[in-house]
Nanobody, 126 residues
Framework: QVQLAESGGGSVQAGGSLRLSCAAS????????MGWFRQAPGKEREFVAA???????YYTDSVKGRFTISRDNAKNTVYLEMNSLKPQDTAVYYC????????????????????WGQGTQVTVSS
């Protein structure tokens, strides 16, 4: 099992930027497909972005062009760069990981992930 710890959340005004980090420990993150999800109050946890072991990425439509997912396997860390933030981006953001044999495999649903962090709050004010 890999343990995940998110950081970098906070409060920003609309149009601002934040960079979330997800540090993996216990096992090397290089063997895992990684993803970011978010959950707003009263809503289900939804997919935001995912990255494969070979760094192929995939985004939900609402964040395309604004968010960028990346990974640094040497640091066992995955990042989510968030720009042009909107109030509707307000949520708790969760990092997730799942073992992936295929280098190009991208997982986009929460049911495909085995390991989750505790989450970090992102609040965007108008």
């Amino acid at each position: 099992q890999v343990q995940l710890a998110e950081s970098g959340g906070g409060s920003v005004q609309a149009g601002g930027s934040l960079r979330l980090s997800c540090a993996a420990s216990g096992r090397s993150s290089s063997s895992y497909a990684m993803g970011w999800f978010r959950q707003a109050p009263g809503k289900e946890r939804e997919f935001v972005a995912a990255i494969s072991r070979s760094e192929s990425s995939y985004y939900t439509d609402s964040v395309k062009g604004r968010f960028t997912i990346s990974r640094d396997n040497a640091k066992n860390t995955v990042y989510l760069e968030m720009n042009s933030l909107k109030p509707q981006d307000t949520a708790v953001y969760y990092c997730a990981a799942t073992p992936a044999a295929n280098l190009r495999e991208v997982r986009t649903t929460r049911y495909e992930y085995d390991n989750w962090g505790q989450g970090t709050q992102v609040t965007v004010s108008s």
